[in-house]
């Protein structure tokens, strides 16, 4: 009876395979039948077809991103500072007779870029700044671990090098200063809140900027920073800005932030900048810095009308320093300086720029605009010491123009007074006249002119009293543009006003 079940249950077997096989022939949409209910997952196909160029562009930022990734170090930092007690924390240990001058281990990261086989690495100075000795630590892009040295730090450029102990690496390919153009396609390579390898990509949104009002390491910032929208946030400082052939084009430096974080704008030490400073703090430790030795603004268009310029052009000298470049090589205050070695200067940062990339030593000449003319001067460039300071007022004016009372400008909304000669030993000037008061939301106000400040000079003309001033400013007729030079403490300043 088993066996006789099993051969029948073979014959059924065999039977319905035989009829699933004919169908199938015969019926060549046998199996979609059954297949017509079950759901499609994802499209058969892209529903774009990318063009050619776009592919292109698309596989020149994948090249240059995996070309430079390995030349972008991740840098940890220790570094120590005094704590912050509280109020009751200090009287519990005056109570008891101690003070203890607490120090506080801060760690921090950044980034860095690497610029020779055998281990040099070009970072921002604030990354390392005050780093404990022994207590920097460099990862490859391999994952290994390398403690570094401080070679040399520039506050004034936030550039510093260190070293490690490794051969070779990967350095980076400096690319031609003069090539970054504005619209260029750039990418960011850093580690911001300690994401290895991070790439972001944007274009060169402005160059030469500067007066981003940045916290200061120095007394003197040099400021010339491309700016980008290729993301930039903490973490990507001492990073490496790169164009699309894999070459340098500057060090990411900054953001422009409200809140900490990245909110559309960054800023990197232009590559001309880094190459320049790099050297000397690998060859001495330090930068031997040439300086032109003058205070200086931007000029707008009432700025240019009272200097007699026909378009906004050049930098105005607010002030000289004593012992300078500039004061040896017969630059003076009110001086607008158009060039330097023939290249054009539009900015503070132009300006900086050029001599930046000086020697001490080196010759460049500057040309001027003075007294409505054009003059060229030589100058010799000198280091960069202590010794040089602001020159004070030099004035040889005479003092004894008639009046010397309170006079209101009413127009331009400020009002002056005269000074006695105990005011003006004070104020350590040899003339001029004293600022009272300065109107709210008038012209005075609005370019800047507040109260107790010493008007010297107007119009080019040394003031010694309230009376010479108010012979100077009536003269002028409405549009007219007025420069006054005016001394804040121990600083010059240059204010122009245009006449309602």
């Known amino acids: 009876m088993k066996r006789f079940l099993e051969k029948r249950s073979s014959k059924i077997i065999g039977f319905v395979l035989f009829c699933t096989v004919s169908l199938a022939v015969f019926i060549p949409d046998f199996f979609s039948v059954f297949a017509q209910n079950a759901p499609q997952i994802g499209a058969e196909k892209a529903p774009v077809v990318v063009p050619d160029v776009v592919q ?3 596989n020149s930022i994948i090249n240059a991103s995996q070309s430079v990734v390995p030349s972008v170090v991740f840098i940890s930092v220790e570094s120590e500072r005094k704590s912050e007690q509280s ?3 200090r009287q519990f240990h005056d109570f008891f007779g101690q003070m203890p001058e607490g120090m506080q281990k801060v760690r921090g990261a950044g980034s860095g870029v690497i610029i020779s086989g055998d281990g040099f690495i070009v970072t921002n100075n604030h990354v390392v700044d005050g780093a404990i000795e022994g207590k920097i630590k460099v990862i490859l892009n391999d994952k290994s671990e390398h403690k570094a040295t401080i070679i ?9 090098v260190i070293k490690i102990e490794a051969e070779n690496l990967k350095p980076v390919h400096f690319a031609d200063a003069n090539s970054i153009k504005v619209g260029d396609f750039v990418i960011a390579v850093g580690n911001p809140l300690g994401l290895h390898s991070t790439v972001t990509q944007g274009i060169v949104s402005a160059i030469g900027r500067g007066q981003l009002g940045l916290p200061r390491q120095s007394n003197y910032t040099i400021e010339n920073y491309i700016q980008t929208d290729a993301a930039i946030n903490p973490g990507n400082s001492g990073g490496g800005l790169f164009d699309l052939s894999g070459s340098l084009v500057g060090i990411n430096s900054a953001i422009a932030t409200e809140n900490g974080g990245f909110m559309g704008y960054g800023f990197a030490i232009p590559v001309d ?5 790099i050297d000397d703090l690998i060859e001495d430790g330090k930068v031997n810095r040439p300086i032109l030795g003058v205070m200086i603004t931007n000029i707008d268009e009432i700025t240019a009308r009272s200097l007699g310029l026909d378009k906004v052009q050049g930098v105005l000298v607010s002030d000289v320093m004593e012992n300078s470049s500039a004061e040896k090589g017969g630059i003076k205050s009110q001086d607008v300086i158009l060039s330097i070695n023939e290249m054009t200067v539009n900015s503070v940062s132009e300006l900086q720029n050029s001599i930046v990339l000086k020697k001490v030593g080196d010759k460049v000449q500057v040309k001027l605009w003075r007294n409505k003319k054009e003059i060229t001067k030589t100058i010799t ?9 602001v020159k004070t007022s030099d004035d040889d004016s005479d003092n004894s123009h008639s009046s010397n009372e309170t006079v209101t400008f009413k127009d331009l909304g400020f009002s002056v007074t005269g000074l006695s000669q105990s005011d003006k030993d004070a104020l350590k000037v040899k003339s001029g006249v004293m600022i009272k008061s300065v109107d709210r939301d008038s ?9 107790n400040g010493v008007i010297t000079s107007a119009d080019m003309q040394d003031i010694a009293t309230t009376g010479q001033l108010k012979k100077i400013i009536n003269s002028k007729k409405s549009g007219d543009a007025i420069m006054f030079k005016i001394k804040y403490a121990n600083n010059h300043i240059l204010v122009a006003v245009e006449i309602p």
């Open 56 to 58: 292109q562009f698309n």
């Open 87 to 89: 109020e009751l924390f």
């Open 381 to 389: 460039l000198q280091e960069r010491t202590d010794d040089v300071t």
């Open 273 to 277: 900048i880094v190459e320049a400073i």
């Open 152 to 160: 040399g730090q520039d506050p004034s450029t936030d550039l510093a």
């Open 443 to 451: 012209p005075a106000a609005a370019r800047g002119i507040q109260p």
